[in-house]
């Protein structure tokens, strides 16, 4: 979905924030709107493990400037290099969501991810049991 909004068009808030390298993701939601209200936590959480990759805001329809591509809430869009790539008006779910994140930015993994271990203790006992000093080492050759 190419947008037919050019950036003159755009209030100047959103021209800045659409002049990075990095995907933009704007989310529009309303305090009043009960939708907002089940929405805006499912979005939070799916964005918190993109917010080093890309440039997400999360705005509310009363205090921030309109829109041109904006005509209900809540709606989520996604940009990159300036232009818009997808517009979802009232997002299904988190799996759904999660899936658009991962097609827009891609597969990101968790910095705090728990890695497993290399070398395991009996792999440690064995080499260390293996490994000669260097006195034991003379014993052995016979100097």
């Known amino acids: 979905m190419r947008s037919t909004t050019s950036h ?3 209030p100047p808030l959103y021209r800045k924030a659409l002049n990075t ?3 933009v993701i704007l989310y529009f939601g309303n305090e009043h709107c009960p939708a907002c209200e089940e929405a805006a936590p499912i979005f939070r959480e799916t964005a918190e493990p993109y917010r080093h990759h890309a440039s997400i805001y999360m705005l509310n329809t009363s ?5 041109p591509d904006v005509t209900g809430t809540p709606t989520v869009l996604f940009y990159r290099d300036g232009r818009l790539l997808k517009k979802l008006k009232g997002f299904g779910n988190q799996q ?3 899936a658009d994140f991962v097609a827009h930015i ?3 993994r968790s910095r705090h991810e728990a890695r497993k271990p290399r070398h395991d203790l009996a792999w440690l006992r ?3 049991r293996g490994l000669c000093t260097v006195p ?3 014993g052995l050759v016979g100097v």
């Not at 205090?63 to 829109?67: G, K, Q, S, W, Y």
């Open 63 to 67: 205090e921030a400037p309109r829109h």
């Open 96 to 98: 759904k969501l999660e």
């Open 136 to 138: 034991r080492a003379r």
């Open 21 to 23: 390298w990095r995907p």
């Open 106 to 108: 891609g597969r990101v």
């Open 8 to 10: 003159p068009a755009l």
């Open 126 to 128: 064995r080499t260390l």
